[in-house]
């Protein structure tokens, strides 16, 4: 069995956890994806089977589309809400003109530092081990460009956005840094990935059809290219 399964990750599941329940559902030796979800981010996970496992950099080049909310006032130690809080909902009062004129100055080409709580590699060691042990090195940077950005609701604290970024962007990173550029500092509340590459959350399997799909229905829905 060989090709390319798109997933919606639920909130909650690991990418590694979706893998593990394809493959152990499906009795597929090999496994993987392209473009890593955080936890707490729901939407479109490139599943690639068999011979396809090889071609996990070309898929995860791919631009990639988001829907978002993040919550001005407040802060974490992982950029988002499921970590520890370092700033709890500090009053906010911008107007909608300030807050559309910060999320522009982010559109194009950016220097974006990446999180701690990050898969990136440190003289050998992921980023987010060292951040779990409080460790603090000096974290590298890297040009990301930001295709579209749009304001899509305001409802302070909250502000939903949607985009469209190359591979590498860290929409924790972003949600962070427009916090600091309004002065009030912010965190991700929630994120959805809408598209990767060609593939869009409307061809999507969710968990209740990978659960009641058997292995031949499942190579009716695996793509060739």
Not at 53 to 58: A, F, N, Q
Not at 103 to 112: A, P
């Amino acid at each position: 069995m060989d090709g390319i399964l798109i997933v919606d990750k639920p909130q909650g599941m690991t990418s590694h956890d979706v893998v593990d329940l394809v493959r152990k559902r499906f009795a597929i030796e090999k496994v993987g994806h392209a473009g890593t979800l955080d936890p707490m981010a729901t939407g479109v996970l490139v599943m690639l089977i068999g011979g396809f496992t090889k071609r996990s950099m070309l898929f995860a080049s791919d631009d990639k589309d988001y829907e978002g909310t993040l919550l001005l006032g407040s802060t974490s130690d992982t950029q988002d809400v499921c970590g520890r809080m370092t700033r709890s909902q500090g009053e906010v009062n911008f107007t909608n003109e300030e807050i559309r004129g910060v999320f522009n100055k982010f559109l194009g080409e950016i220097e974006q530092r990446v999180p701690m709580y990050s898969a990136v590699k440190f003289k050998g060691r992921k980023l987010y081990e060292l951040a779990r042990r409080g460790v603090s090195v000096k974290v590298p940077s890297r040009m990301v460009r930001i295709k579209k950005i749009e304001v899509t609701k305001i409802s302070l604290p909250q502000v939903s956005f949607r985009l469209t970024c190359t591979k590498g962007t860290y929409v924790r990173q972003l949600a962070s840094d427009i916090g600091d550029a309004l002065g009030s500092g912010a965190c991700l509340s929630s994120l959805r990935r809408t598209r990767s590459g060609s593939f869009t959350i409307d061809e999507a399997l969710t968990m209740e059809d990978l659960n009641r799909l058997s292995r031949s229905d499942l190579e009716d829905k695996i793509k060739r290219s």
